[in-house]
């Protein structure tokens, strides 16, 4: 071995031996203590609520006052195009002849709602060429309407259905002067919302509302149910029933959650939810165990990422240049071997040299990744040093690896 590596071999012994403090108990045999809890967290943080979502609203218009970048050929120029121009109200008092002109350009033009927006919000507008146009720059987009996809009922009898206009749009684009396109600008608080998007998160059938997990995991659901029960004192108006179950994990991912029925009002025959519980269920305070060990891998792009608890036990392996072996120090109260002793710790091993035997003593996968990396260990190295050690069974966690 050079003399560098051997340096580099010293430096991981020794930070090995800042890793492995040990208790005489833990050498005696004794089970090693379970990972500590992640704390509390609120269960707002760790689930939404079912079909309170963002929701998207569309159209297409005509951008004006362009410098010449404006389409070579306009599609709005067509009668087929100007009839679709028209549904949105983005073509009125304009010619097949204006449309022709290579100031205006025909645009795409999309808004994104957030949940429970009202009437009279404003909300940022993109817009994005759908026609020849170099440049939108300095553009201004004309009065149009967005929709989505609900529709209401008109006519004398209600039987006609027509689509329902979320979003007036209009205003100058903004375009990106350091973008390679600029097809693209936004109309910062562009848009006015002219309906709200009804509510859905209500199921009348069950009474009950829906949380979803945002990373599906049956211990989790587990613990927020428990929590959310355990919190009825908090949860039920006063004379209700604190026996009564509140929640229930349908899966790994969704939680169903009963609504006292003095929570709910009624306009006509619609029931509405008071978002005060809504708001109560979200307080809810959730003690986070230490999630399980998972390892993901991107092959292409080099990465590595490290959720829960992963522990290398001990182990050896020789990897290409690198020769690692990790054991526990000596036990507490023993006198310590000198320095040129200790480098029995990390040597070059043959390869093909079986793993000792595993136990309960073991290092922190990252511990170990960062202690390679400052042994200049390249990356798809240290991911082949881990693939090893996962099937030699020294890290009993679920590895999992990036599509691209």
Known sequence: MSSRMTKKAVFF?????????????????????????????????????????????????????LDGTGDTQSPAAGGKFHNLLARYRAARNLTAKDLASKNIAFVTVQARIEPNMKVGDRVDITVASAGTAKSLKGGILLQTYLQGPFQKTT???GKEITPLHLIWAQGRLGVDDDADSKTNGMIKQGGIILEEIPSTIYDKE???????????????????????????????????????????????????IKVPRQYITYEGRKPKLNNEFVARIMKVNVTVEEPEGKILIDKKNNGIWITGYV????????????????????????????????????????????VPPFSKVGIELQKLISTLNDLEVKTEDVIGIIEGLHKARAIKAKIEYVEN
Do not use: C, W
Request: hydrophobic share 45%; charged share 20%; aromatic share 6%.
């Open 155 to 157: 006519g004398k009898y």
């Open 311 to 354: 522990i290398v036990t001990e182990s050896a392996f020789s990897y290409k240049d690198v020769s690692i072996r990790i054991q526990p120090p000596v036990a507490l109260g023993a006198p310590a071997q000198p320095p040129a002793k200790r480098k029995d710790i990390i040597h070059k091993m043959p390869k093909g040299t079986n």
């Open 206 to 256: 069950t009474e009950s509302i829906t949380l979803v997990l945002n990373h599906p995991d049956h211990v989790m659901a587990a613990q927020v149910v428990r929590a959310i029960n355990g919190a009825r004192e908090q949860l039920l108006p006063v004379g209700s029933s604190q026996t009564m179950k509140l929640a229930e994990a349908m899966d790994s991912k969704e939680i169903r």
């Open 13 to 65: 012994y020794m930070f090995l031996l800042s890793v492995f403090v040990f208790s005489a108990e833990a050498f005696a045999g004794q089970p090693a203590a379970p990972a500590p809890a992640r704390g509390v967290e609120r269960v707002g943080d760790l689930a939404r609520i079912k079909n309170e979502d963002v929701n998207f609203a569309q159209g297409i218009g005509l951008v004006v006052g």
